[in-house]
Each structure stands twice: as C-alpha cells, then as structure tokens.
C-alpha cells in the first residue's frame, strides 16, 4: 500500500514527546513490512533549529513544511505550516490511506478536507490530544465545534492509546465499530546493550542515593507538583534519596516548580537536567532506582514502558490509560492521581525492593516485548489500513 502519513513533528524532534517517536517508529515498521511510507510534516525540530524541507531515505519520503513561526510552534503549539495545502491537492490521490496524527490542529483540517474531496480513506491516531483540559479550553470547544467533530467522524478508523482514550472518542460521538486500541511500537532493539549502572549518578554527584526519576515534558498536566510534595514527605523519611526531572520545560511551567520546590524545601535534592535523548537516556534509565510517571490523562506513556525493559521498576497515576495498561499487565504500582501520601508510600515500598517489585518489573518487561513490538502494532495497524481502504 501507499500510505501517507500526516504529522505536526516527527523525527528527530524529541523535544515536542512521544508523537514524533511513535510515527516514526510506526513508519519505520511499516516500510519493512513493503509498504510504501511518505511522511508529510512541519520543519518543528527545537526551539532555534529546523528540519530541511525534503529529506528522503531508502525506506521513508519526508517532507518537512516550512512552519511560519517557529516561536509560536515551540511556546504555543501552533502550528502554521505552508505548503501542506499545496502538497495534498497535488498528491493525495497517489495514496491508498492518509494516516493523521494529532488533533486539533491545521495540518488535520486540510488533511481531512482534501480526503473527503478526493475520496481517500483516512485514519486518525489523537494521541492524547482529546481532552478539553489545561490551558485554552474555550477555543478547544470551539475548534471541535468548527472542525474536530467532523475530522473524527468521518474517519474510516481511529485508533486509541487504551480504553480510557476509546471512551473519550465514544463520548465525541465517534462509534465504538470504527475504533480500534492500537499501543504505540516501542523498539525493544534500543535496550539489548544497555550502559553500565552507575555513570550518570557519577557525573551528576549523586552517588551513594536513591535515584526517583521522572522523564517528560515539564507541564502542568505531568502531576508534577503532586511529585514534588510527595517527594518532600518521603524526604522526611529517609536522606538516601534524590529526584531527577527530565525534559524539556513546557511553556515556562518549569519557573511554577521551581517556586514550589522552593516552598517545599525538600530535605534531598532535586535535579533539573533538561532534555536527554537517546542514547544517554538509557543511562539515566538504568541508574533510576524507580522511575515515576504521575500524569493525569496521560492515555499511553512510552517512559514507564522504556523503563520495564531497562529492568527498572515504575510507579504510575493508576487513573489513566497508562495506570490501566500498568494494572493488566501487573508491571508496577499505580496510585490515584493527585494522592501525595499514596505516591509516596508506593515509591517507598519500591525503593525497598523485594521480591514483589522485581515480579512486576520482570512481568512488565515481557508484556512490553509481546505487546508492543514493531512487528505486532505494524500487523495490527496494516489490518486497519486494508479495512479503511475496502470500507
């Protein structure tokens, strides 16, 4: 097949989460299954850099659109980028399905505008994206209102993170036959050779402490404040500890917790070190005695999951799409979002070990690599496209 995917970043920009990972990854797997893989996405990279326009490789045909303002990208989220328009009249028509990536926003407009003019199928992954929650609320309603309720529902297929995103596309009105849980690949190939314990702590003098680490864009929907608190109570309790924050600040949300932080006066010391990516990621993951992912809505989460086959065990916010896969699988402990005292009792109880921990990070690590292949979501995804594309 010829599918196109349309997607607001993709690699390498890191900086913007997990969707530019997952589409590539995705894109990736389908190539090797003969597919033929073009990628139409914005020039988003980092807050100063951006991608060449044209970049093709022997598997993928990327094309990276010009975005107007890369400020606006980066701070906000806006996404401005031209040429998309001009792109799908010309072309669209060579392509069997459209795969959209994200929701609100531009380039899913006029990617569904240009499908249903030349009737081509298309599917829509939100990834997240769902939830009217955080910051700009109101225009979120009424972008729906305008655009998004029509993307959805005339989408051949979507696909859900977890049944806790499912149940948001229900209540958009999108029907529960057209939608499809389909995880996110994570490449358990990255995590065969994994770094020696032990060089990280080093150069960040933290030697001789319990590492908790958290690894995410720094915004207010992460549960970052409750982390924080809860890291304070577990502080009092013992003096063997510190907390790692990785990523990038969202936003200007890293200023909110740092004035918490400063409130708080924890008695152990926490650490922002700003975005890591691969491979030194790997050595921030295998010297985290416990790796912690309070978010709410937080419908996936590929860190935990990074984690299990990095053989770190993971404490999860357990009301979320993330918790519900960590509870099937029984891969760590999960806490309701927001209970301070509980996260800090479940990272206690972690940091301590024991032959219950290592049961749930060794169940986790296999559930990982039987369920979350390249090879298993390419299947599934593939059997999506062939049925959106008789439909």
């Keep these: 097949m010829k599918v196109l995917q349309v997607t607001p970043y993709f690699a390498p920009a890191w900086g913007y989460g997990g969707v530019p990972r997952s589409v590539y990854e995705l894109s990736k797997a389908l190539s090797r299954l003969n597919h033929q893989v073009t990628v139409l996405t914005t020039d988003a990279l980092s807050e100063r850099e951006r991608m060449p326009h044209t970049y093709v490789r022997n598997d993928l045909e990327i094309h990276y659109q010009r975005n107007l303002s890369n400020y606006l990208v980066w701070r906000h989220r806006l996404l401005s980028p031209l040429g998309i328009s001009s792109f799908l009249r010309k072309r669209i028509r060579e392509f069997d399905v459209v795969h959209i990536h994200g929701f609100r926003m531009y380039q899913s407009v006029v ?10 199928p298309y599917v829509v992954s939100a990834h997240g994206e769902l939830p009217r929650i955080v910051r700009k609320i109101h225009e979120k309603g009424l972008f729906d209102k305008l655009f998004g309720e029509r993307v959805l529902l005339d ?16 209540s958009m009105g999108v029907p529960s036959s057209r939608i499809s849980v389909v995880y996110n690949i994570i490449d358990a190939t990255a995590y065969q050779r994994l770094p020696l314990r032990g060089g990280f702590i080093q150069e960040s003098g933290l030697q001789n402490r319990k590492i908790v680490t958290y690894i995410g864009r720094l915004n207010a929907r992460k549960g970052l404040d409750v982390l924080l608190k809860s890291f304070q109570v577990l502080a009092r309790r013992r003096k063997d500890i510190a907390l790692l924050l990785v990523g990038e600040d969202d936003g200007g949300y890293k200023r909110t917790l740092e004035r918490l932080l400063a409130e708080l006066a924890p008695e152990a010391p926490v650490v922002f070190t700003g975005l890591i990516t691969m491979p030194r990621k790997l050595e921030v993951l295998v010297d985290s005695d416990v790796v912690v992912y309070p978010s709410q809505h937080e419908f996936f989460g590929l860190v935990p999951f990074e984690a299990l086959l990095c053989g770190r065990p993971i404490v999860v916010a357990g009301d979320s799409g993330c918790g519900e896969i960590v509870n099937d699988a029984r891969a760590g402990r999960t806490v309701a979002y927001g209970d301070e005292a509980g996260l800090a009792d479940a990272i206690d109880n972690t940091l301590e070990g024991g032959e219950e921990t290592v049961g749930m990070t060794d169940r986790g690590r296999q559930y990982v690599l039987k369920h979350m292949s390249s090879d298993e979501i390419a299947r599934r995804v593939e059997a999506l496209y062939l049925e959106a594309s008789r439909g």
Excluded: C, D
């Design 111 to 120: 990617a569904h505008r240009q499908a249903m003019r030349s009737g081509i």
């Design 155 to 170: 989408a051949s297929k979507v696909t859900a993170l977890s049944r806790a995103e499912k149940a948001i596309y229900e």
